[in-house]
C-alpha cells in the first residue's frame, strides 16, 4: 500500500531516467548467475535488447523502470546504479509530507467509525 501512495506523490520523470551503466549491471548479474533470457524476461524485453543494452557502443539505454525488476531481485546494494541527471522541472515531496498524506485518509475514517 505505501508502493501505491508513495507513487502517488512521485514525480514520474524518476523512473524514466536512463541507466548510464547498464553494461556494468548485465555483466554483474550475469556474474551472480542470471542468463541473457532471465534478465529480458525480468525487464520485460526480449533477449536480443539486453544484448542491445550491454553493448557500450550503443547509445540508446534502459530506463530505471524498465530495470527495476532485475534489480529488484538481484537484491538491494548487489547492483550500483548510474542514472542521468533528474530533470530541473521534476520533483518529489518531502518524505514527511507524503506521511502525512499518506495518514490524514485513514484518521478521517478512524473519526466517523
Not at 66 to 72: A, G, H, V
Not at 90 to 105: D, I, N, Q, S, T
Amino acid at each position: 500500500m505505501r508502493r501505491f501512495f508513495g507513487d502517488l506523490f512521485r514525480d514520474s520523470a524518476y523512473d524514466h531516467r536512463k541507466i548510464l551503466n547498464s553494461e556494468d549491471l548485465i555483466r554483474t548479474a550475469k556474474q551472480m548467475g542470471y542468463t541473457q533470457p532471465e534478465i529480458a524476461k525480468l525487464c520485460g524485453v526480449s533477449p536480443p535488447m539486453v544484448h542491445y543494452w550491454g553493448n557500450p557502443d550503443k547509445k540508446d539505454k534502459p530506463t530505471f523502470k524498465q530495470f527495476e525488476p532485475l534489480i529488484t531481485q538481484c537484491g538491494p546494494g548487489r547492483l550500483i546504479v548510474e542514472l542521468e541527471p533528474l530533470a530541473a522541472s521534476a520533483r518529489e515531496l518531502p518524505k514527511y509530507k507524503v506521511f502525512l498524506a499518506m495518514a490524514f485518509p485513514f484518521q478521517i475514517h478512524a473519526s466517523k467509525a
